[in-house]
C-alpha cells in the first residue's frame, strides 16, 4: 500500500479525488491537509470534512494556512462556488480537527511513518512549502511530491498563469526546488483530463457517490458543465499513483515566475535550451479514453 497525505483547497475536483484516492485499498491516506485556495480555509476545511464524514472514514485532517506566504490570497468561488462545494446537502459535520498547523501535523506523520511519504497537493503549495522549510528532516522519508498545478499552455486566471500556483508562486517555487522527486500535472493534460456530458450523466446511475458528485459537478463553473466536458485537474494525480501509464512524462527544469504581470506563470524548458538541469518530471500527454473510463469505474466502486 502506498502511504499518501492530500494537500488540498476543496473545492469540486478535489472532492472527487478525494473520494477516489480514500477509497482505493492500494492507498493508504495517512491524513489531509486543507489550505486556502478555491474557497477560504474555512470552507476548504468544512468541505474536507463532509468528504471524510460521507465515506466515514477516521482518516486525520488539519488546517493548514489561511494565506500564501507574500501574495494577497484570491479565490476561485466563480468556479467553484461560494462554499465550494455546493448543491448537495451535506449533514453539518462535528469531525475533530488536529490542534495543530497542518505543516507540523503533517511533519509528525511522515515522521512517525515506517514506510517513506508522497505527498499529494491538489491547492496552492503553501503548507507544502512550510512544511519543506520548517522541518528539512521530513525529507529523507518523501517518496515523491505530486502537484496539480502550473501550464505549458497558458492559464486559467489569466493568459499566463495556472490557479494553484498563481495563488502561491513563492511556495510553488520552494517545493519544485527542494531538491525531491516532483511530478507535476500542468494545464497541458488536466485540461484534457475530460469528463463528457455521458460520462456525468451515467456516473449519477453509481451510487450515493456518485449521485453526491453529480450533484457537485453540476455547480461546477456556474453549472454550465456540457461544454466540451468537465476538466478533473485534480485527479490526474491520484490516477498517476494508480496507472501511470495513462500519462506521457519529460523530465525538465520549471521555473515560476515570482512577481509582476507574469506571477505564477510556469516556464518549462523542454527543449534544454536554457540548462541541462531538470528539477521535475513534467506529464505532457494523457490517453484521454484510458482516463474517463478510469475515473468512472473508480466511481463505480464508491458507496
Ligand atoms: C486547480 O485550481 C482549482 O480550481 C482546481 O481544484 C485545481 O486544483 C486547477 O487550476
Ligand atoms: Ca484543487
Redesign the pocket.
Known amino acids: 500500500k502506498r502511504k499518501i497525505i492530500i494537500d488540498t483547497?476543496?473545492?469540486?475536483?478535489?472532492a472527487a479525488a478525494l473520494s477516489i484516492a480514500l477509497n482505493n485499498p492500494e492507498l493508504e491516506v495517512l491524513m489531509l491537509s486543507t489550505v486556502a485556495?478555491?474557497v477560504n480555509l474555512d470552507y476548504t476545511t468544512e468541505n474536507a470534512k463532509k468528504i471524510l464524514d460521507f465515506f466515514e472514514k477516521d482518516t486525520p485532517l488539519a488546517r493548514g494556512n489561511s494565506l500564501p506566504l507574500l501574495r494577497e490570497y484570491e479565490d476561485?468561488s466563480q468556479?467553484?462556488g461560494e462554499t465550494g462545494m455546493n448543491g448537495y446537502d451535506f449533514p453539518t459535520s462535528e469531525r475533530h480537527v488536529l490542534p495543530q498547523h497542518s505543516a507540523v501535523a503533517m511533519k509528525e506523520m511522515i515522521l512517525k511513518s515506517k514506510d517513506k511519504v508522497t505527498l499529494i497537493t491538489?491547492?496552492p503549495l503553501t503548507n507544502a512549502a512550510l512544511l519543506l522549510s520548517m522541518y528539512p528532516e521530513v525529507k529523507d522519508k518523501i517518496e515523491e511530491i505530486v502537484i496539480?498545478?502550473g501550464s505549458t499552455i497558458g492559464g486559467?486566471?489569466n493568459t499566463a498563469a495556472?490557479?494553484?500556483i498563481k495563488v502561491d508562486p513563492h511556495a510553488a517555487q520552494m517545493v519544485i526546488n527542494s531538491g525531491l522527486p516532483v511530478t507535476i500535472f500542468g494545464?497541458r493534460v488536466?485540461t484534457r483530463a475530460l469528463l463528457s456530458k455521458a460520462d456525468i450523466e451515467k456516473i449519477k446511475e453509481l451510487g450515493e457517490a456518485g449521485e453526491m458528485l453529480h450533484s457537485l459537478f453540476s455547480h461546477y463553473r456556474g453549472g454550465d458543465i456540457y461544454g466540451p466536458g468537465l476538466?478533473m485537474?485534480?485527479i490526474c494525480t491520484i490516477c498517476y499513483l494508480l496507472e501511470p501509464e495513462i500519462f506521457d512524462y519529460q523530465e525538465t527544469q520549471l521555473e515560476v515566475a515570482l512577481d509582476g504581470p507574469a506571477a505564477g506563470t510556469t516556464v518549462a524548458d523542454l527543449y534544454s535550451r536554457y540548462t541541462e538541469e531538470k528539477n521535475v518530471k513534467l506529464a505532457v500527454d494523457i490517453d484521454q479514453q484510458k482516463f474517463r473510463d478510469w475515473v468512472t469505474a473508480e466511481i463505480s466502486k464508491l458507496k
Request: charged content about 20%; overall charge negative; cysteine-free.
Open positions: 483547497d476543496p473545492g469540486i475536483d478535489d485556495g478555491n476561485a468556479f467553484h491538489i491547492g496539480m498545478g486559467n486566471t495556472e490557479f494553484n494545464l488536466t476538466m485537474h485534480d
